[in-house]
Nanobody, 125 residues
């Protein structure tokens, strides 16, 4: 049974930082690309960042480029999202996901087959 468990969400003021973590079990973590998505109330789930199985390739949404950094530790079965210079518009539930394809850094929801339960990030102005 594949499980993804996120942690690290919370409430932060604009300009602050948070670090999200996601631990994966039930799958050979190092074989799969990983991604982070987010969903605000009343909106569709949107791509935030992705990383290849080796960590050698990454991709970011334009809205977070230069502020967020995705990384992974294959020895710990963990992917992280460091979020700096947070803005109120970053408020959402953040989900990590495991990519079912061989496409490096896929940005579409369709490419991911397992998802975490989500962690709330709230940025106050």
């Amino acid at each position: 049974q594949v499980q993804l468990v996120e942690s690290g969400g919370g409430l932060v003021q604009a300009g602050g930082s948070l670090r999200l973590s996601c631990v994966v079990s039930g799958r050979t973590f190092s074989n799969y690309h990983m991604g982070w998505f987010r969903q605000a109330p009343g909106t569709e789930r949107e791509f935030v960042a992705a990383i290849s199985w080796s960590g050698g390739s990454t991709a970011y949404a334009d809205s977070v480029q230069g502020r967020f950094t995705i990384s992974r530790d294959n020895a710990k079965n963990m992917v992280t999202l460091q979020m700096n210079s947070l803005k109120p518009e970053d408020t959402a539930v953040y989900y990590c996901a495991s990519d079912r394809t061989t496409v490096v850094a896929a940005t579409g929801v369709w490419a991911y087959d397992y998802w975490g339960q989500g962690t709330q990030v709230t940025v106050s102005s």
